[in-house]
């Protein structure tokens, strides 16, 4: 009994690389480390861990038995917290997990350039190869899924969400189709499907809060969930066919409740908008304000980061707070604005409030903290295409066919 209350406290501490391995120690140990409220308490131990971060990256490797053949590669790069800021030594480990793209469980990789990740919620990482196809995949236990076909017809401008109902306590991705030809002289509003993981089946759900009388909302750029909201970088364009359709889109938050299934919207900040006299719908040089928009966490809040590539001053990047957000409504708040660095390719992650991962020119992984204004590189072999996020380590499986198992943040 000693026992049985040591391991119950000590183990789901531990990653659940380990813990996979120890599902072979002995039958008890198997049958603990697969019960769902232990899985439960190994994500939140994960999720609200204050000794590091991990930074998962996606690329593919050339296979060590084929070099003719590639595989699809996870980097795990697991980032201190707790280090010295004045000394700014980050603390760093990296663990590589490899799927053979030969093993017939990522059918769709193996023509790609780059495995595209469009969203990931509580260790489970959604990629798309192909406009056809979707890949559910938990790296840190090596799973990995082919989702069925969508049901819908030949749609295109396909926009995908991934997150966690709390309600119904499931995994879904929501696919938001937009049709690529206008009806009677209209654009129509985009349909919409959600697949959920514990039936592996699509159903199609109604769309009317993607529309108004005389518009409608299209999500475009996935950008991440929380809290049984999935959020995306969109835009809201009048249903009339105009000659050049850009220049009427109005760009903005478009998010979706996981668990009533329905979409709200909410305006960016007024400094993102130039408008033109005597339009109501010349919103196309807002969009173009500020590039690079992202909606990411800061400090348990959400926020907009973006960059003015118009600005004349020195602080072109910016860090909005959504305050007072009620599920529906909020409002931004300015958090800091900073200037971009020389020799730096691209932003990556905010993998602390105020610490960012970036990519230099020659290819490097750097870690830039912004109290400090100091740079510590990590040991990152260079990377030609790859994509990065924020991830939590976790034992949720997307094979078995049960409710699965989730706290949220």
Not at 63 to 85: G, I, M, Q
Not at 101 to 114: A, K, P, Q, T
Not at 135 to 147: R, S
Not at 208 to 236: A, H, K, R
Request: with cysteine; net charge negative.
């Amino acid at each position: 009994m000693w026992e049985e209350m040591a391991l119950r406290r000590i183990l789901p501490r531990l990653p659940s690389k380990s813990l996979m391995r120890f599902k072979c120690v002995r039958k008890s140990w198997y049958t603990l480390i697969n019960n769902p409220t232990f899985v439960e308490n190994h994500l939140s131990n994960s999720m609200h861990s204050k000794l590091s971060t991990c930074v998962l990256f996606s690329h593919f490797v050339q296979s060590n038995t084929n070099s003719d053949e590639k595989e699809l590669a996870f980097s795990f790069l697991y980032l201190r917290n707790d280090y010295d800021d004045d000394k700014h030594n980050v603390n760093f480990v990296v663990e590589d997990i490899k799927f053979p793209l030969s093993s017939g469980r990522c059918i769709g990789l193996e023509d790609v350039e780059s495995p595209s990740i469009l969203g990931h919620c509580n260790g489970i990482v959604c990629l798309s190869p192909c406009s056809d196809n979707l890949v559910l995949c938990n790296p840190a236990i090596k799973e990995i899924k082919l989702l069925p076909k969508s049901g819908l017809p030949d749609w295109w401008g396909c926009a995908v969400g991934f997150g966690y109902d709390p309600k119904s306590k499931d995994y879904k991705v929501s696919r938001i189709a937009s049709y690529q030809a206008e009806i009677d002289g209209l654009i129509p509003p985009p349909r919409v499907e959600i697949y959920t993981v514990s039936t592996d089946s699509w159903r199609e759900i109604r769309n009317n809060s993607l529309e108004t009388d005389t518009t409608c909302f299209f999500p475009d750029y996935f950008q991440m969930y929380f809290q049984g909201i999935c959020y995306w970088v969109g835009y809201e364009q009048p249903k009339q066919s105009v000659e050049y359709e850009d220049e009427e889109q109005k760009p903005m938050v478009i998010f979706f409740d996981t668990g009533d299934e329905i979409f709200h919207n909410l305006l960016f900040p007024d400094s993102f908008y130039m408008y033109e006299e005597g339009s109501s719908y010349a919103y196309e040089m807002s969009y173009l304000m500020y590039c690079d928009l992202r909606i990411i966490l800061c400090n348990g809040s959400i926020a907009l980061f973006g960059f003015n590539r118009f600005s004349v001053f020195p602080d072109s990047y910016g860090v909005w707070v959504l305050d007072d957000f009620d599920g529906a409504k909020g409002s931004w708040t300015k958090h800091l604005t900073f200037e971009p660095l020389m020799g730096m390719k691209r932003v990556l992650e905010f993998w602390r409030s105020d610490e960012i991962l970036m990519v230099t020119e020659d290819g490097d992984i750097v870690s830039y903290n912004l109290a400090t204004e100091k740079l510590k590189n990590l040991p990152m072999n260079s990377l030609s295409d790859f994509e990065t996020i924020v991830y939590v380590n976790s034992l949720v499986s997307i094979t078995r066919g049960n409710k699965l198992e989730s706290v949220d943040i």
